[in-house]
């Protein structure tokens, strides 16, 4: 997650002069399930691989983090879902309680 927080970063301090720059992380238990959001800012057009619904990194290098995200919701059972909504870019991860 310190890797999604990192990429939050860098796309604000990506944005033009004058526009927006925020970073919203939240977490809370809702029952048996904890909801993790991490969403940003961004200035631009994010592609989606549509098999998998993570980002498409146009950097030789990137996208290993979204890949270590997805390992981690697949191996615990958790749901992930990464999207974008104007200029915010989300990162949502519902995950079941381990008790």
């Avoid at 301090?13 to 919203?24: L, S, T, V, W």
């Avoid at 200035?43 to 270590?68: I, Y």
Wanted: glycine residues 10%.
């Amino acid at each position: 997650m310190s890797n999604a927080l990192e990429n939050a970063i860098h796309a604000c301090n990506k944005q033009p002069d004058g526009e927006k720059r925020a970073i919203r992380v939240q977490g809370h238990k809702a029952g048996t399930q904890f909801f993790f959001e991490i969403a940003n800012t961004f200035t631009g057009k994010v592609q989606f691989d549509a098999g998998t619904g993570l980002p498409v990194s146009k950097e030789k290098g990137h996208g290993v983090g979204s890949k270590s995200i997805a390992f981690f919701a697949q191996k615990y059972g958790a749901a992930l879902e990464y999207s974008q909504n104007e200029n915010w870019f989300h990162l949502r991860l519902l995950l079941r309680a381990a008790y």
